[in-house]
C-alpha cells in the first residue's frame, strides 16, 4: 500500500520508491510544491503488488537499495516486462557500481544521497520527457499496426516483397500476374498505407519491425 495518498499534479506523476519514511515525504513534498503529483512505496514489493495506472507521462524515483527486493532489481524486472515508467535511482555514497549497472539496464539516471534539489529535478524533468518520448512511440506503433491490420494476406505480402527490394518483374512472376496488375495492386496498398511514394513503404518497413521487435506482419 502506499504510506501516502497520491497527489494530482500537473507537471507529471513521480513515483516514490523508498524505505525511509522521512526521506520519501520529504522528497515528495519537494516534488509536489514543483506541481508534480506524487504516489509512495516503502518497498519494490508494494509497488508491485498494488501496480497503479499511473497518469502519464511518469517515471519512477526508486532508492537503489531496499529491504527485500532491489531497486536495481526492481528496475531490471520493470524493463524486462515493459512494464511502467522509466526509472530514476537514489544512490549512497560508495555505489557507483551498481549506479553503472543500472544505467546499462536502461536507466535514465541516478542521483547520490543527499539529493541535491536542482539536480532532483533536472532528473525527473528528463524521465518525464524519456516518459513522452516513449508513449509517442507507442502510439505511432499502434498506428502503424492498425494499418497493416487492415491488409488482406495478398497485400500483406506484396507489402513485404517490396520492401525486401524485389524487383516488380520478380513479383509479379511469383504471383503469376503482369506488370500493369502488379502495379494496380501497389497503388492500392499504398492508398490503404496512406503512402505517396514507394519510399515511404519502406520507412513504414521500419517503423513496422521495431514496433513488432521481431514478431511476424499482421496477416503472414
Known amino acids: 500500500m502506499t504510506d501516502a495518498t497520491a497527489v494530482a499534479g500537473s507537471a507529471g506523476r513521480v513515483v516514490l520508491v523508498e524505505d525511509d519514511a522521512a526521506v520519501r515525504r520529504s522528497l515528495a513534498l519537494l516534488l509536489q510544491l514543483h506541481g508534480y503529483a506524487t504516489a509512495e512505496f516503502e518497498s519494490a514489493e508494494a509497488f508491485l503488488a498494488e501496480s497503479p495506472p499511473l497518469d502519464r507521462p511518469a517515471c519512477a524515483l526508486v532508492d537503489i537499495r531496499l529491504p527485500g527486493m532491489s531497486g536495481l532489481a526492481l528496475q531490471a524486472r520493470m524493463e524486462r516486462d515493459q512494464r511502467g515508467p522509466p526509472v530514476l535511482l537514489m544512490t549512497a555514497q560508495g555505489d557507483e557500481n551498481l549506479a553503472r549497472t543500472a544505467l546499462l539496464q536502461g536507466a535514465v539516471d541516478f542521483l547520490e544521497k543527499p539529493i541535491d534539489e536542482t539536480a532532483l529535478l533536472n532528473a525527473v524533468a528528463a524521465g518525464l520527457r524519456s516518459d513522452a518520448e516513449r508513449l509517442a512511440r507507442d502510439r505511432e506503433h499502434e ?36 506488370l500493369e496488375v502488379l502495379n494496380g495492386q501497389r497503388e492500392q496498398l499504398m492508398h490503404k498505407l496512406q503512402a505517396t511514394r514507394v519510399t515511404e513503404l519502406f520507412r513504414l518497413r521500419f517503423r513496422v519491425t521495431e514496433a513488432l521487435s521481431g514478431r511476424k506482419l499482421p496477416g503472414s
Open 143 to 178: 498506428a502503424v499496426l492498425a494499418r497493416l491490420r487492415g491488409l488482406s494476406r495478398h497485400e500483406t505480402l506484396l507489402f513485404e516483397r517490396i520492401t525486401n527490394g524485389r524487383q516488380p518483374r520478380e513479383i509479379a512472376e511469383e504471383f503469376g500476374i503482369t
